[in-house]
């Protein structure tokens, strides 16, 4: 019984010290891992061109409906593709809805409406007629 | 008895069972001659050898084999005992093998000489109903694509549950358990419980382990096996005949306008010509399943094995072919694989071993443009009342311009999907010489797969006839625009795996002790190039260089991404005189998915057992049961298979706008940041015992148990939408701004049963049964605050529908004043229930249905049995506790299944069994509007998964033609269902039932061996 404990004492040892020396073998950036196709805070807040391009997409406006971006990349220009601008107004109504009375009723926050606008997972029954 | 010419020495005797009881027709031979012998019916024998200094082998079938040395004795009475070859067996598990009778974690295993009976080339789909805890449902058929969705004793998390699949020891190796072929398997093991902890934070979901066959010391074996296969759908809807459609037409429109009367769409002469057929160009009766499907599609299996060594050198090594055509007429669906394996072993020293694994795979899919889904919608949408193909070979425009006909085959252009899959595996082991059981051994992978698909859409011109100016009106439909387009995508995956590790192997008196550590890391590499064309001149030159010329008839796009891990391992399994059992092991992962400092995270489990029956006093006083096993685990899992780089803000270029004349990129918040992700992680607790009985029974029972917490999931439902950070922009992966949380809590708990009895003798035959009862319970996921308490998710299993419960129909209008009922209802409709008792049917009375699309139950009967030369083999499955919603898109837009169209109620049928029809199914007050349990299905089935019938010809009759076996084999894969499901197959997950019918496959076959 004694034997078997000394056994495996070393045992134990010996494992424990080629763990060690495999840890300090690999690469301590290993797990660090650069994506390609984004960018952080820090980029943005350090890169002129791309703080630009992010303050320049700030003044891209309010998403009037929730369908928008549907068919092609929200822009200037997009208050074209579903709803007209005059719709968020009081002149006229878009009448398939898609969730214009958002910005209507002022529910849409200036931040939220620049910065992203709001998009209701429920559908209404009557735009099924859109397009 | 056996004349010889020496005969000096005589030894006689009696073989008897345990217990006592003579064994007749037993074998004695004199160990490495042909002399030999049976026993009589009492067990009884006498031997005539040459000297009394030989060795007597004893065998009888179902017994463990005997070597006795004579000794110069004349009476040898011999007792054997019972082979319970379920306590021998070694059992693949993680980072290694166990005896069977020492685990002390659950795991099931199949043998891959199981896995050959199905004929099914998809390997996902022949472990359904084997075994308890696995929970398996072929979702489709389609060649290429019909595999089975699985899991380990049900789902318990709302984010990925995907199993982990280890192949000889590669976690998550590229080209996974679907398309290996079945003749490589050695054995498949699942781990259900917290023995998987040893794979750490991919190992939540199960882990299943497959090993692939090796060498064997000996003279080459050359195995060639060839399949036939007829394959046709397991069931397909009835669809209504053009009368009965005309006839609903008029009540469409009846409905919506009941003034004009009941024939405002034909007239009843119209009906009896699609009926009777006298003008089949204006007035068709179209069967678009017979028009678009054959009868059945052929697929076949090759396979070419030799298997061999030397006791220094041994070596597998395989081809094999598969092919599946599809089951559309003139159809461009093909799936062609082919694949080899080459598996060596050899011995540098006594000490040091090395062994090569190389295997690759050639998957060839083919498919027309259109998408199945799309091609069955329109086989079920077709109207009947329009022809196929008009007699002068003009398509017609089918439904909205989609001819069922045509979309199957290669008209509109083709998508061909040629997937190259590579693994080679490295791997060394040294037994180190100053300490005895000690040994180092590590392993280098690399897999490599080459994903490339090109579509190239072509326009084609499908026609109607206008009666009234006898002419065929032209539509060009498919390709983009008018033109021909084309796409072309490659996805490259390598993934890179490291492992070296140290073993500690010994038995010092009854102490046995079996240990590791290890050290494994792994790196995986995607990237994705994109490129598309369209304005194609003409549709002769398929190529990205020869189609329109403007810019914007070009695009293209790509990513990559890494994603490494790595880990550190250790286990110290030991056991007392293989009486008293226990395990420790733990996985230390770090994920390059979470941030710094929070990458590493714990893994560990303890498990222990108690082999009661090893105890003197148990095997003295309970003599019917021969082995008897408590055990239990428990440990902490984790999954880390969820977004990456949630853990700061992202940036991406993911919109454009015009400034001053210029289209400009514009970058946006993509994601906002999580700094805390973290791992979801599991806690299993796992209680089993396993028993034999009556020496040919045997039991197994498990109790689980598994709370999974810290699940991923974005906070959606309880975020205002006005807080504009839910859904903006759509992303390209429509992912919500909010980042994942670790909010969400599942517990998940049932049992597992298997029951079999091995009989051996003239008639041999093993039968087992096996029940697994697993239920999840939601505590919490993000649910909109205020939700109803009869209406919540939370507290109930997951993916359950929310639906009105219907009472019925409304035969009459009085039916229809008695109950609360919506605007616009009429009679024929169905009976919402005002289930709070307002008065009214509002969006309140939607209840939580009782079960998903996920059975709660699952059970299996496996038969396999034997008399002399003949071999029979049975896998019953089944499911219970499961429901399907499928509501078929009808009305105007599309034809109806029989089963509505025959029991519709109408004016004239107000007994039917169906509402009445409607324009839009989607839309309508019985269907989409207000979607209800009506079309909730019980998709509860029992159905013979797998049926083989052999016949192995006796040796006598092949000697002269070299060939040490033949077996010629019948097989089939579904060959009968019984459920209550009556349109479409119960284990399809289709809302809507569009999609590629699952398949029966009849099987003919023929194994050779040289």
């Known amino acids: ?131 | 008895m056996y004349g010889q010419a020496q005969t000096a020495f005589s030894v006689k005797g009696t073989v008897t069972s345990d217990k006592g009881e003579g064994l007749p027709g037993a074998s004695v031979i004199l160990k490495g001659t042909s002399t030999g012998t049976t026993t009589d019916v009492d067990g009884k024998y006498s031997l005539n050898v040459p000297d009394g200094a030989g060795t007597l082998v004893f065998t009888y079938i179902g017994y463990v084999n005997q070597e006795i040395a004579i000794g110069n004795r004349s009476q040898l009475d011999v007792k054997l005992l019972v082979n319970d070859k379920t306590l021998d067996e070694i059992v693949v598990v993680g980072y290694g093998t166990q005896k069977k009778a020492t685990l002390t974690g659950s795991v099931s295993e199949i043998k891959g000489a199981d896995i050959v009976k199905s004929p099914q080339p998809n390997v996902s789909n022949s472990l359904a109903g084997r075994f308890s805890g696995f929970v398996a449902n072929n979702r489709g058929g389609e060649p290429g694509y019909d595999g089975s969705s699985y899991t380990v004793r049900g789902f318990a998390s709302t984010g990925n549950s995907d199993v982990l699949i280890v192949v000889d020891g590669i976690p998550g190796q590229v080209g996974g358990l679907e398309r290996l072929d079945p003749n490589d398997i050695e054995s498949i093991s699942i781990l259900k419980d917290a023995s998987a902890a040893v794979y750490g934070s991919r190992a939540a979901n199960g882990v299943i382990l497959v090993t692939t066959k090796r060498g064997s010391t000996g003279k080459p074996v050359i195995s060639y096996s060839f399949n036939q296969g007829f394959s046709s759908p397991t069931r397909l809807p009835g669809l209504a005949d053009a009368p009965t459609y005309a006839t609903i037409m008029n009540e469409i429109d009846y409905y919506n306008n009941p003034a004009g009367g009941m024939n405002q769409h034909y007239s009843a002469d119209e009906i009896e010509k699609f009926r009777n057929g006298s003008d089949p160009l204006r007035y068709p009766n179209t069967d678009w399943q017979k028009e678009t499907l054959k009868k059945f599609a052929l697929q076949n299996q090759h396979n070419l094995g030799i298997n061999g060594g030397t006791d220094n050198v041994k070596y597998y090594v395989s081809l094999g072919t598969i092919y599946q055509d599809g089951l559309y007429k003139n159809g461009a669906t093909k799936y062609k694989q082919y694949n080899f394996r080459s598996n060596i072993d050899a011995n540098i020293t006594k000490d040091f071993k090395v062994s090569l694994g190389l295997s690759g795979r050639q998957e060839n899919r083919q498919f027309p443009v259109s998408s199945a889904g799309n091609t069955f919608r329109s086989i079920y949408r077709a109207y009947p009342t329009v022809i196929a193909r008009y007699p002068n070979g003009f398509y017609s425009t089918g439904v909205e311009n989609s001819n069922p006909v045509v979309l199957g085959t290669d008209m509109g252009g083709t998508s061909s999907n040629p997937t190259s899959i590579f693994n080679g595996i490295l791997r060394a082991s040294y037994n180190l010489p100053f300490i005895e059981g000690l040994s180092v051994d590590g392993f280098y992978s690399v897999d490599k797969s080459f994903n490339f698909t090109k579509t190239f859409s072509i326009p084609y011109t499908l026609y109607n006839y206008d009666s009234a100016k006898d002419a065929y009106n032209s539509v060009v439909t498919g390709g983009s625009a008018g033109k021909a387009s084309l796409t072309q995508k490659q996805v490259n995956i390598t993934n890179i795996t490291q492992n070296i590790r140290l073993n500690y192997l010994r038995q010092i008196g009854k102490h046995n002790v079996n240990a590791f550590v290890a050290y494994e890391q792994n790196k995986r590499s995607e990237s994705t190039f994109d490129a598309s064309r369209i304005n194609y001149p003409t549709a002769s030159t398929p190529e990205l260089s020869q189609g329109g010329a403007a810019a914007t008839d070009k695009n293209n796009s790509g990513s990559s991404y890494n994603f490494t891990r790595k880990s550190f391992i250790g286990r110290v399994a030991y056991n007392f005189n293989e009486k008293y059992l226990a395990e420790v092991q733990a996985r230390v992962d770090g994920s390059s998915v979470f941030p710094k400092g929070k990458q590493f995270g714990f893994f560990p489990s303890v498990s222990a057992g108690y082999r009661i029956s090893e105890e003197d006093w148990f095997k003295n006083s309970v003599r019917f049961i021969d082995d008897l096993k408590l055990r239990a685990s428990y440990g902490t899992l984790g999954n880390d298979n969820v977004g990456q780089f949630q853990f700061y803000n992202n940036y991406s270029f993911n919109n454009q706008y015009v400034l001053g004349g210029v289209i400009t990129p514009g970058i946006d918040l993509t994601k906002l940041a999580n700094p805390n992700i973290t791992w979801e992680t599991s806690k299993k607790l796992d209680i089993g015992l396993n028993a034999v009985f009556l020496k040919n029974f045997n039991i197994e029972v498990i109790y689980f148990q598994q709370k999974r917490s810290d699940i991923l999931a974005a906070r959606n439902a309880s975020i205002p939408n006005t807080s504009g950070i839910v859904n903006p922009f759509k992303t390209n992966d429509n992912t919500p701004l909010v980042p994942d949380e670790n909010l969400g809590k599942v517990n998940n708990s049932g049992f597992e049963a298997t029951l079999g009895y091995n009989h051996s003798g003239k008639f041999r035959y093993n039968i087992s049964g096996n029940v697994t009862y697993a239920k999840s319970k939601i505590i919490f996921i993000d649910e909109a605050p205020g939700a109803l308490e009869y209406q919540r998710q939370t507290g109930g299993p997951l993916y359950t529908n929310l639906l009105y419960n219907t009472l019925g129909i409304y035969r009459t209008q009085a039916d229809l004043d008695k109950f609360p009922h919506v605007q616009g209802a009429q009679p024929g409709d169905l009976i919402l229930e005002d289930y709070n008792k307002d008065g009214k049917i509002t969006a309140d009375d939607q209840v939580r249905s009782k079960y998903g699309n996920v059975p709660l139950l699952t059970y299996g009967l496996v038969f396999n049995g034997g008399y002399s030369a003949f071999d029979i083999s049975l896998v019953f499955a089944g499911q219970g506790m499961v429901s399907q919603y499928v509501l078929p898109e009808s009305g105007q837009v599309g034809n109806f299944y029989s089963s509505w169209a025959d029991n519709r109620w109408s004016p004239s049928n107000t007994d039917g069994s169906y509402p009445r029809v409607d324009t839009r199914a989607s839309s309508s007050i019985n269907g989409g509007l207000y979607a209800n349990n009506f079309w909730l299905n019980n998709a509860s089935f029992v159905r013979l998964k797998n049926v083989e019938l052999g016949y192995t010809i006796p040796k006598a009759t092949l000697s002269k033609l070299k060939i040490s076996s033949l077996r010629v084999y019948a097989s089939a894969f579904n060959l009968f269902t019984i459920t209550g499901v009556k349109d479409f197959d119960p284990e399809g997950n289709s809302n809507s039932g569009q999609f590629y019918p699952q398949q029966r496959i009849l099987n003919l076959g023929v194994n050779i061996k040289f």
């Open chain 1, 1 to 131: 019984m004694k034997r078997f404990k000394n056994i495996t004492a070393v045992t134990v040892a010996s494992m424990m010290a080629c763990m060690a020396t495999v840890m300090t073998a690999c690469k301590e950036d290993f797990l660090d891992v650069v994506p390609t196709d984004r960018v952080s805070d820090a980029s943005i807040l350090s890169d002129s061109v791309l703080f630009e391009a992010y303050i320049t997409n700030r003044y891209m406006g309010t998403r009037l409906t929730d369908k928008e971006a549907e068919g092609t990349l929200p822009g200037f220009g997009r208050g074209f593709e579903y709803a007209m601008w005059s719709s968020v107004t009081d002149e006229s109504i878009y009448n398939n809805d898609d969730n214009t009375w958002l910005i209507q009723r002022g529910q849409i926050s200036g931040d939220a409406a620049t910065a992203a606008s709001a998009r209701s997972t429920t559908r209404s029954p009557i735009s099924t007629k859109c397009r």
